[in-house]
């Protein structure tokens, strides 16, 4: 007889103890003490460079090693960091910016000004903030060893905000012998100027990952706030411990081999909470949507019917509740600004029917020619949520007869499969499900699921024009009112050609032993500074 993880969670629930699970952790780190901290992630590290990929363990490496010239506050407003002073000239033309004292690279040599033009260049590659203070800039360069300007052509009022801007890939300053390689090219040494050092000689890939304080990073002044303020290392030693089965890592919590998890399974929360040392703590309380994302590059995804079909096939209560469970953290979604925003809206959301529309999702296929061809569909399976909603995306496409494939694979290995622009028998693919915080989808200048600028949009390549001149515009209003009409009008032509489509949000706490105090709640980032154990 098979039994399911939901079977061995009752039977922990009836005894009052934790599941017996035999533990991996022990043998992974020799790492232990009130100085150390283990934070347990569902998925390995494979891509080392922040710029390189918008996922989230890549971009919390970032934030641990590298450093950022601006960063947002608890209020989200942005904060100088790497930066001590900062002026803009009277015709707003001209940012001038100057380093603060004590900024230097883990092999011992200073930051400077160099290194910042060369990263904000290369960041500016594949951030769609990024791209457009590029459309604007007619200069950014070095003024001398810590001060660099940007010059425009015209004002870019928002020109802070995106540098502090947290939207994957975020901007984070590296040596400008890394930062001249192109985006497309990964970065593969580990050298920041971060309040702490990656241990390479720690590292055991798809085990365990090691980063050490940085004895020389002299933190702001300011109170930690947010990003930003000061970046005060409160333990010696951070353990990352890739633990891919939910089972093996709640025990391992309960145990205390380790102080956190990042996306405990919803069907494990009764377990976790009736444990009197452990808690659930929601850090991103905007939430996340579910997205799936399409290759415009290649059949059927190419046919904007078969991209309308999609959006007829989705029933977002049946896929949230078969990923997520829980009804007190789950909701549908129809705007593609998410569903709390400022600028959420319910333009051209006819679409949108509970249960879906499997019947018109089959006759938009139809009219889209679709003819049989496989439809590769890539299955993060030891992302457990995103695994159940592939798993059921594949049986609704075979329900109305279209020949869907899983390509299962961990998420590490679909970060650097998504990149393949090909046909699927070269290693292509058709759709991937991801999710992105509403924190970045109620900023359209800079989340990438919201550009459709071809080539340089995020992987699925969408164009739409129209759409993009309208996004263009957002930079230049002055009101709430003016950004929240754009919206409107960049909504209705987005879901004519549909950009990508919403499953659904959810809200996912993270679970933590009771000793580890001062977890910093943003979103996108669990930063490895502030915290401490009790």
């Known amino acids: 007889m098979k039994i399911s993880r939901r079977d061995l969670v009752k039977v922990g629930l009836a005894a009052g103890t934790a599941l017996s699970i035999p533990s991996v952790l022990r043998a992974q780190s020799a790492s232990s003490g009130a100085r150390t901290v283990h934070m347990g992630k569902m998925s390995d590290l494979s891509v080392f460079d922040p710029i390189w990929t918008t996922s989230v363990g890549t971009q919390n490496h970032g934030a641990a090693i590298y450093d950022t010239l ?18 803009v000239s009277d015709d707003k033309k001209t940012y001038t910016f100057e380093l603060r004292d004590g900024l230097g690279w883990h092999d011992g040599t200073p930051v400077t000004a160099a290194d910042c033009v ?29 001060t660099f300007t940007i010059t425009l052509n015209e004002p870019l009022g928002l020109l802070i905000d995106l540098l502090a801007d947290l939207t994957p890939p975020g901007l984070f300053i590296m040596r400008e012998k890394d930062a001249s390689r192109p985006a497309s090219e990964q970065v593969t040494t580990k050298i920041g100027s971060g309040p702490f050092k990656f241990n390479e000689a720690l590292a055991r890939p798809g085990a365990n990952y090691t980063y050490d304080r940085n004895e020389q990073y002299v933190p702001r002044n300011e109170p930690s706030d947010g ?33 956190y998890l990042d996306y405990p399974s919803a069907d494990l929360y009764p377990l976790i909470e009736s444990d009197p040392n452990l808690e659930l703590e929601v850090l991103d309380k905007t939430g996340r949507d579910v997205v799936l994302q399409m290759n415009f590059l290649q059949p059927p995804f190419d046919n904007v019917k078969a991209r309308q079909a999609m959006l007829h096939l989705i029933d977002q209560e049946a896929f949230m509740r078969a990923a997520f469970g829980n009804p007190k953290y789950i909701d549908t979604v129809t705007s593609i600004f998410g569903k709390d925003t400022l600028i959420s809206n319910d333009e051209n959301t006819g679409w949108y029917k509970k249960g879906g529309d499997a019947e018109r999702a089959k006759q938009l296929f139809q009219e889209a020619g679709y003819a049989g061809e496989k439809v590769i569909i890539l299955d993060p399976t030891d992302w457990p949520e995103i695994d159940n909603a592939s798993q059921l995306l594949a049986a609704s496409l075979r329900k109305i007869g279209i020949s869907a494939e899983l390509a299962p694979m961990n998420w590490a290995a679909l970060t650097t499969r998504r990149a393949n622009k090909g046909p699927v028998e070269n290693g292509g693919w058709n759709v991937f499900i991801t999710d992105e915080s509403e924190y970045s989808l109620g900023n359209p200048l800079s989340a990438s699921l919201l550009a459709a600028n071809g080539d340089k949009a995020t ?40 950009g990508n489509v919403r499953l659904g949000k959810y809200v996912q706490p993270a679970a933590r032993s009771k000793t580890l105090k001062g977890l910093i709640a943003m979103p996108q980032i669990v930063p490895m500074w502030n915290m401490r154990k009790a």
Not at 118 to 146: C, F, H, P, Y
Not at 468 to 487: F, G, M, N, P, S
């Open 118 to 146: 060369a990263s904000i260049r290369r960041w500016a590659q594949v951030n769609s903030g990024g791209q457009l203070i590029m459309t604007r800039a007619s200069d950014i360069s070095k003024k001398d060893e810590k």
């Open 227 to 259: 990003l930003a303020g000061g970046k005060i290392v409160k333990v010696d030693r951070v353990v990352v411990d890739v633990v891919a089965d939910q089972q093996t890592a709640v025990a391992a919590l309960q145990a205390g081999e380790i102080d």
């Open 459 to 498: 992987y699925g390549w969408p164009r739409n024009d129209e759409y993009e001149a309208l996004r263009a515009k957002l930079a230049d209003v002055a009101t709430l009112d003016e950004r929240k009409a754009l919206a409107r009008k960049m909504q209705g032509i987005w879901w004519d050609f549909v």
């Open 70 to 87: 601006f960063a947002l506050d608890s209020k989200f407003m942005p904060q100088p960091q790497m930066v001590g002073k900062w002026g």
